[in-house]
Each structure stands twice: as structure tokens, then as C-alpha cells.
């Protein structure tokens, strides 16, 4: 891997809101499944009687409402990090450039 330094003039407020608009459409629709989801489990009761099954299934159950969840926040964190980089990308196109007054 080389360590070059990356090139962020790409980088626009437009394209970091069409990003968080789509992170946040993901995170939108992955918030009604996770509810879905864990509404269809409260809703069915487990019906074995071994102890064993009923631990595996509960553990089951847990990590699949909790992967769930898990991916719903992280698109939501992405959806809100991608708005703040468009705020703090237009407050430096606004301010003008103090490199260039400071440097002597």
C-alpha cells in the first residue's frame, strides 16, 4: 500500500449531500426492517420445550435484531458525518484563504 495523500479538491458540498441523502435513504429503510424484524420475533413466541433451543434461538434472535440495528446506526452516522463535511466544506469556501496573509 503507498501513502500518498489524497486529493480532496473532488471532494463538493453537492456530492456529500447526494451521499448523505443516500445513507440516509438506506438508513430510513433499514430502521423499518430492524422494527420489523424484531416486531415478527416479539410476536412468535419461541414453541420447543428443550432449554438448549430455546437459549440458541433467543441468541439467534438477539443477533440478528442486533446486526440489524448495527447497520441502521451506521448509516445513520454516515448520513450525518457526510451533512457536517458539507457544512464544513462551504464555511471554508466562504472564508477567505489565511495561508497566503499569515506565511511572511
Known sequence: MTNSPTNLSKVTPASCLVGSLLSGSLAFLLYGLTRSIAQTFAHKPITVTQQWAIQLAS?????????????????????????LLAIQLVIKKMKPDQSSSTSK
Open 59 to 83: 441468541a439467534v434472535r438477539t443477533l440478528v435484531v442486533g446486526m440489524s440495528a448495527l447497520a441502521t446506526g451506521l448509516f445513520l452516522l454516515t448520513t450525518v458525518g457526510l451533512i
